[in-house]
Structures are given as structure tokens and as C-alpha cells.
């Protein structure tokens, strides 16, 4: 059995989900937002290290975390409190002793995991993300991350409000911010940014940008031709009409990749770089759960195959984190 964390509505899990049933590899997807409403956890502890999880109500059959090859952490989904409690205090309670039941349940299981959540969490971190990129060797845009004005101020002055870029740390569908130029009819605001951090970062001209989606040890580099959209500053507001086509990546930045993969703990992560015009590959970020299908679509790169048979095969090889290890072509996140 495979489990998909994330929800029937997900584009991505559905194109994992058929081709693990090409495969022969029973899996079903998991919606955490069932819990407690109709789904039921019960986790048993007895003599002589026996144990059993058991999830029931969310499937045709009653799930046996034992019989679990391999968990894939898409896209989890908020636990949903039954609607007759209404006390806010109550709510909060049910949510905080839902997630301690669960965040358990993950470390305790024995499977092999794209992506442990803890590592999926740390490694989301844009800040951590940047210095690990650091450290493998990668090159990263001049960053600074605050919430002084001041601070603000004097890292814009050392290259131009039009060669700064500003960006937040997380964007909801309700509520989602693109990469942006700072402009200077902007520069009175950065009072503002005492209220919360904000990243500005160096502005990096790019030939192409580059999302590289890397799965296990295979990495599917892509250039995407933001320059020739209408917004160059961000590929994703103009997607739709970017020319997309695979890309062939020096093998020292391959290698620095997967160091960078190794680093993290992740066996699944999409990747964004920028190639410059004098032939620099600039680490921008990394999404241990990034979307891969519009990719896939332009391209023809086989990356839910990939996915899927990661999965199916579910290798154990480092006491379930799904972190590959170097003495089996993988690499280990010591």
C-alpha cells in the first residue's frame, strides 16, 4: 500500500494515483481534512514491543499503517473539527491535540517517505534553503531577510531600487504575491516593513529561468523562457504562454543539486535557478513539494513516472526518511 497525503482534488496526486495502478502498486490518497469527522486513528502499544496504527473511515477499507510501503507528503490538508463545536478555545484545542496525534504517528511509522514531514518543514524554510545552498556551493543572490527599515534602506542603496526584488516567505491562493522589482514610487513605504520580515533580494537578469525537479537520484531540468512573457521578473505570471523546453545541466551544478537534495533530507523537491547571460547558475529557492505537470506537459519529461515508481519501489535507505544514500547511487542526509 501507498498513501498520498493530500486531497481528492489534487491534479498531481491523481496523475501519481494512475500511474501507480499501471503499475500494479495498490495506493490511495489521504485527507487529513477528514480527521476527526469520519476519519478514525487508533494507535496501540503492547508487551513485547507489539504495536499496530490503524486508520479507518477514509478508504473502502480500513488502513493498516503496516502494511504501508511508502508515504508521499503532497499536499496535507487542514484537520476539520466537527461543526458543532463551536467555542473558539475548544477548536484550537481539538486542532493542537489532532496534530500532536498525527505529527507522532509520522515520526513512529516505518516506511519510506517522500518527503518526512519534518524535513518537508525544515526544509520549506526559505532562509535555511539559502544557506545550505551556501554550503554545497551553489550561487545565491546577495539576500538580505528583515523587519528594520533601516537595514532595508541601506541594502537597496548598495545596488538600486530597480536591481532589488521583494518577496514574501509564503502566498496562499486567497492571498498570493509575486516576485516585484521595487519601484521607487515604493521606497516611502519601507517604514512598513517593520510590521513583518520581509526577503529582498539582488535582481538576477536571467537568459532563461530554470526549474530543475528532481526525484530520487534523477533530476529533469527545464528552461523556462521568462524573458520572452510578459512579466520577466517572475515566470508565473505569464506561465501560461512561457516556451518551456529540457535543458542539459553542467555536472557540477547537477552534483551541487543533489548535495544540496542530500543536505536537506528530501527525495522530491522542485528547483528554481536562473542561468545568467554570462553563463552563471544562480540557486534561487526550492519547493520540497512543487508542481511538476506544466513542466512534464511542454516537455515530455517522464516525471510522474518517476514519481510513481519512486514510490512503488519505496527503498529503505535511511531508516525511512527517503533520503538517497551514496553507496547505492542515492545520497544519504546524514
Avoid at 500494479?24 to 477528514?34: E, H, R
Avoid at 545565491?140 to 528594520?148: C, F, G, R, S, V
Avoid at 496562499?172 to 519601507?190: K, N, Q, S, V, Y
Avoid at 517593520?194 to 528552461?223: H, K, N, S
Wanted: charged share 20%; glycine share 6%; hydrophobic share 45%.
Amino acid at each position: 500500500m501507498i498513501l498520498a497525503i493530500s486531497s481528492p482534488t489534487d491534479h498531481h496526486a491523481a496523475a501519481v494515483m494512475a500511474e501507480l495502478s499501471r503499475l500494479g502498486a495498490p495506493a490511495t490518497v489521504l485527507d487529513l481534512s477528514q480527521f476527526p469527522r469520519q476519519l478514525r486513528l487508533a494507535m496501540y502499544y503492547g508487551p513485547a514491543r507489539e504495536h499496530r496504527f490503524c486508520l479507518e473511515g477514509a478508504a473502502p477499507s480500513p488502513i493498516d499503517l503496516g502494511d504501508v510501503r511508502s508515504i508521499w507528503w503532497r499536499r496535507p490538508q487542514p484537520f476539520a473539527p466537527d461543526p458543532g463545536v463551536t467555542r473558539r478555545g475548544d477548536i484550537a484545542f481539538i486542532y493542537s491535540e489532532s496534530a500532536e496525534a498525527f505529527d507522532g504517528l509520522w515520526q513512529a511509522v516505518d516506511v519510506f517517505w517522500v518527503n518526512q514531514p519534518t524535513r518537508d518543514l525544515v526544509a520549506s524554510r526559505k532562509a535555511n534553503q539559502l544557506r545550505v545552498a551556501q554550503q554545497v556551493g551553489l550561487e545565491i543572490p546577495a539576500t538580505l531577510i528583515t523587519n528594520d527599515p533601516e537595514q532595508a534602506r541601506a541594502f537597496i542603496a548598495l545596488r538600486g531600487h530597480d536591481r532589488t526584488i521583494y518577496k514574501t516567505f509564503s502566498a496562499t491562493a486567497a492571498d498570493w504575491r509575486e516576485t516585484r522589482i521595487l519601484r521607487h514610487g515604493e521606497l516611502p513605504l519601507l517604514d512598513s516593513v517593520r510590521y513583518a520580515p520581509v526577503i529582498f533580494q539582488e535582481y538576477i537578469p536571467a537568459r532563461v529561468d530554470l526549474r530543475v525537479t528532481v526525484v530520487g537520484e534523477q533530476l529533469f531540468p527545464a528552461a523556462i523562457y521568462s524573458q520572452e512573457t510578459a512579466y520577466a521578473v517572475d515566470f508565473r505570471m505569464d506561465m501560461a504562454n512561457a516556451r518551456i523546453e529540457p535543458w542539459l545541466l553542467p555536472p557540477e551544478i547537477e552534483q551541487a543539486l543533489l548535495r544540496l537534495m542530500r543536505v536537506l533530507g528530501l527525495s522530491y523537491g522542485a528547483i528554481d535557478m536562473r542561468l545568467t547571460e554570462d553563463d552563471r547558475y544562480v540557486f534561487l529557492e526550492i519547493n520540497p513539494a512543487g508542481q511538476w505537470l506544466f513542466i512534464q506537459e511542454r516537455t515530455g519529461q517522464p516525471i510522474t513516472t518517476a514519481l510513481a515508481a519512486l514510490l512503488a519501489e519505496g527503498r529503505r535507505t535511511d531508516g525511512g526518511s527517503g533520503a538517497p544514500t551514496e553507496s547505492r547511487g542515492y545520497f544519504h542526509a546524514g
